[in-house]
């Protein structure tokens, strides 16, 4: 059992399930997916693109916590971040560095990509605000990333790199 999972309370007398003031859901993926497969492709894309935003702002919050909790170099981070992304069901996460500031992500079993098979595009936009929110940390400075393999559309992990502007 992960650190995070350690942490969660689960209220049942007032219905929630807390991390300290941060409060979680839980939601079936194929609810939330559903969602996004059910809109026109240009709705998806900006309904894709405003859920990528929001999880890098608001899931970059709960990332400052963890890392404030105990993590404070890069590596230790960067495992925090793996081992909480599987106590609430994002995946196998495998961080790759290559220099100071550059990161790779691969992910096996994303809950976004499984719950969209057939997908004519990438789907793991939650992760993708998540890993941007993780490398402003890391790095001290903002970066652009982008899905370039996903499993929804038959590859075998998702992979996100830095967009190179």
């Not at 026109?40 to 899931?59: I, M, N, T």
């Not at 925090?80 to 790779?104: E, H």
Request: aromatic share 6%; charged share 20%.
């Amino acid at each position: 059992m992960g650190q995070l999972q350690e942490r969660l309370v689960w209220d049942a007398d007032a219905g929630a399930i807390l991390d300290a003031d941060r409060r979680y859901v839980m939601l079936r993926a194929d609810v939330l997916m559903g969602l996004f497969a059910a809109l026109p492709p240009a709705q998806r894309d900006a309904a894709l693109g405003s859920l990528q935003a929001s999880v890098r702002s608001h899931g970059g919050a709960s990332a400052r916590a963890y890392q404030t909790q105990g993590a404070p170099d890069r590596a230790q981070f960067l495992q925090v971040m793996t081992q909480a992304a599987a106590d609430l069901g994002w995946g196998v996460w495998r961080f790759q560095t290559a220099g100071a500031d550059a990161l790779k992500l691969e992910v096996d079993n994303s809950p976004f990509a499984m719950a969209i098979t057939g997908s004519d595009r990438p789907v793991c936009h939650a992760i993708t605000g998540m890993l941007e929110a993780v490398s402003a940390l890391v790095a001290g400075k903002a970066s652009t990333f982008r899905e370039t393999r996903c499993a929804s559309m038959g590859a075998p992990c998702c992979t996100f790199q830095a967009q190179n502007d």
